[in-house]
């Protein structure tokens, strides 16, 4: 809330499979945020890169856990 970043991830059943659906940026409410977010593309796309390449592993783990 402060920075104005967020985040919005939406998962669909798809056939055998999960589209995963994900829209992130930033709504800078100042100055300070808005020079900032020039800043942060960069590290937006390498986080949700990391979330990414992560996700399979951890729902894996955790359908494991509950069998």
Known sequence: T???SYTRFALTPA????????EAGMLPPN???RLAKAL???YFVR????VLDTLP????ARAKGRR
């Open 57 to 60: 592993r951890v729902v894996r």
């Open 2 to 4: 402060v920075s104005g």
């Open 40 to 42: 942060d593309r960069l």
């Open 15 to 22: 056939q055998d499979q999960t589209f995963l659906e994900v």
């Open 31 to 33: 100055l300070r945020w």
């Open 47 to 50: 986080w949700l890169g990391a």
